[in-house]
């Protein structure tokens, strides 16, 4: 096998900033740059994705929600603001609908 020299007494150029450095204090960053320690960066943690990270989709065991009340659309517009909301009269698109299922009536 070759041996190869200490560089105790050695200079190097410093790929970042060109000043002469001593060899035996050069680093070399992440990207293969041989630098002095004053230019010396370490890689920022974002230019490292994180493997295999699984987004969450779907609950494990969902409750749906049966509410009827929740599942009533009234569309339409009346000037009586104190009025019950079962007896506005229709207006526009009266429509039903529930957890998947949407019935569209055109009146």
Known sequence: MAKYARGKKSKAISDISGLRVPYTQLKT???????SPEDFEP???QLTPVKNV???VVLKNPR???????AEVFIGFS????APRNQLPNIGISSTGGVGI??????
């Open 43 to 45: 890689k920022q943690p």
């Open 29 to 35: 960053t992440w990207d293969g740059l041989r630098v």
């Open 102 to 107: 949407t019935i569209v009536s055109i009146e």
């Open 79 to 82: 000037y009586d603001i104190f």
């Open 64 to 70: 749906y929600d049966n509410d009827p009340e929740n």
């Open 54 to 56: 699984v987004d969450a």
